[in-house]
Nanobody, 124 residues
Framework: QVQLVESGGRLVQAGDSLRLSCAAS????????MGWLRQAPGKQREFVAA????????DYADSVKGRFTISRDNGKNTVYLQMNSLKAEDTAVYYC?????????????????WGQGTQVTVAS
């Protein structure tokens, strides 16, 4: 059974940086693409970033492109989301997700396992 545990969320000021981590267990980590999604109050969950199992391919939502970087360490079974130049509109619960596939495929409907989420609040 897959377990995903996010950490790193907290209250920050606009313009600050923050790094989220997600530790995975239960399956061979490098065999699966990983992603970060977020959900703001009153809004639907939205895609943020994804990375293939080999880390060779990444993808980002337009709203975070150039500010956020997704990466993974397959030796540590961990995926990261480095968030720079944070804005108030980045405030959300951020979820780590594991795909059924090793590669990226849009639309992103292949995420099968989810973490519990970590709260990021950006004060303006």
């Amino acid at each position: 059974q897959v377990q995903l545990v996010e950490s790193g969320g907290r209250l920050v000021q606009a313009g600050d940086s923050l790094r989220l981590s997600c530790a995975a267990s239960g399956r061979t980590f490098s065999n699966y693409a990983m992603g970060w999604l977020r959900q703001a109050p009153g809004k639907q969950r939205e895609f943020v970033a994804a990375i293939s199992g080999s880390a060779s391919i990444t993808d980002y939502a337009d709203s975070v492109k150039g500010r956020f970087t997704i990466s993974r360490d397959n030796g540590k079974n961990t995926v990261y989301l480095q968030m720079n130049s944070l804005k108030a509109e980045d405030t959300a619960v951020y979820y780590c997700a594991q795909s059924r596939l090793p590669y990226l495929r849009t639309p992103y409907v292949d995420f099968a396992s989810w973490g519990q989420g970590t709260q990021v609040t950006v004060a303006s």
